[in-house]
């Protein structure tokens, strides 16, 4: 999955980036190789860091 694209994507449908869930920081196309890219029934789109990962998920 191409998680830089997502993010550009994110980037123009919002006029934002997206932040991460896990800890808030805004997440960059840059950071796209340490971001995991979440598709959820309740809320359509996740950005979060692959570390932030086992602080949301446990
Ligand atoms: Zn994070």
Redesign the pocket.
Known sequence: MDVKKLIEKYHKAHSEHPC?E??G?VIQESDASDVEYVKTKRRSELF??K??VNEVWR
Request: proline share 0%; hydrophobic share 25%; glycine share 24%.
């Open positions: 991460c896990g800890c920081a979060i860091h570390g932030c």
